[in-house]
């Protein structure tokens, strides 16, 4: 299952698109006394906002029968079932944190609280199967 944020992608994504087309469009319609070098750095700094844009519209959880992928703005984290604890969003939090076998927490940004009830199912959903898969298995003592 992947689950990704929607508002937070709309957002990134439309804004993405809309600032360089923009520049696109100011490019072309620049008056003739603007060289070519300057309109290729407008558009070149369009596609630079976008990029950043994007880092903002790409996180996702994805979840697999094997593994946990955890893709934030800059980072990805594989893990493994047994390696998450538990999974949790505070009141007032932005996005759920998990809580690792090694003692630390990471910030699982696929899901965002901006998107109210599908954030909340979309955490059941993600704990459901955490409990599921992530718990170590009783052995047989019979």
Known sequence: MTWRPRAMRWVAYGLAVLIVATMGVLSATL???WRLQDRVMLFGLGLVIA????????????ATRHNVTIVNSIRTHVLAWPEIIDAQMREGEPWPSVDLSDGSTLAV?????ADGELARRQLRDFRALLHERGEGREPDRG
């Open 51 to 62: 990029a950043v844009l994007h880092l903002l519209g790409r996180p996702r959880l994805v």
């Open 31 to 33: 008056p003739p006394d």
């Open 109 to 113: 940004m696929g899901i965002q609280s």
